[in-house]
């Protein structure tokens, strides 16, 4: 069962490139989210999405935008990267919205 | 303050140990809670979740207070596989879609 799929795994940028990440959940589930771990610090809300067709901004929206593809893809685009967007990304998904989270195994992303 | 809390640690125990993690959480409107664990630099994993009457799987034990505004996970016979970092969560419905972690707390357990 793959879950929760997450590309690239890693990617160095250049500061003011732009690129996707991707994910996708095979689970049927309603909602995604992207969120943002920095070293020795806690989860942070980037995005979610709670149905298909509806986004919403979460603690730390600047800098990045989303798009929920379908009831299985949600992406997440960084449009001119900054080196404080350096981060582990991680995507998640629940059956609803009070259900727990499953997520994917990362992306490690490094701006230079 | 932040709308989940916990003790960072690191608590360092040894094998074979009990510890007890406790998180508290601000908004009395959190309406489901769950508890994560976290290997270095893995995906955060479902380790239970927190029913109002408590709920046991294996060593683990998690409880809610509501009144106090609380949930603990309690770790018997501690191994040196359960060495993670453990995070809360909490959900409320008002808030659609949006679960708040905790920062979690570092637990070593040593031979």
């Known amino acids: 069962n793959a879950g929760v799929t997450q590309t690239p795994k890693f990617q160095v940028l250049k500061t003011g490139q732009s690129m996707t990440l991707q994910c996708a959940q095979d689970?049927?589930?309603?909602?995604m989210y992207w969120y943002r771990q920095d070293p020795g610090m806690g989860l942070r809300l980037i995005y979610y999405s709670a149905s298909e067709g509806t986004t919403d901004k979460g603690e730390v929206p600047n800098g990045y935008n989303v798009s929920r593809l379908n009831k299985r893809e949600f992406s997440l685009r960084l449009e001119s990267a900054a080196p404080s967007q350096t981060s582990v990304y991680f995507c998640?998904?629940?059956?609803?919205?009070?259900?727990?989270?499953?997520f994917g195994d990362g992306t490690r992303l490094s701006i230079l | 303050r932040k709308e989940v809390e916990q003790d960072p640690g690191p608590f360092n125990v040894p094998e074979g140990a009990t510890v007890a993690f406790n998180c508290t959480y601000s908004?009395?409107?959190?309406?489901?809670f769950f508890w994560y664990r976290q290997d270095c630099r893995k995906e955060p994993k479902l380790l239970m979740s927190v029913y109002s009457s408590g709920n046991e799987d294996g060593r683990f034990t998690a409880q809610l207070n509501r009144a106090s505004q609380y949930i603990s996970l309690l770790i018997r016979d501690s191994k040196l596989s359960d060495s993670a970092t453990y995070l809360c969560?909490?959900?409320?419905?008002?808030?659609?879609?949006?679960?708040?972690f905790g920062d979690g707390t570092t637990l070593t357990v040593k031979p």
């Open positions: 908004n009395s409107a959190s309406q489901s």
């Open positions: 969560v909490v959900n409320r419905e008002t808030n659609a879609g949006k679960s708040t």
């Open positions: 998640a998904s629940s059956d609803r919205q009070n259900q727990p989270q499953h």
């Open positions: 689970m049927n589930h309603n909602s």
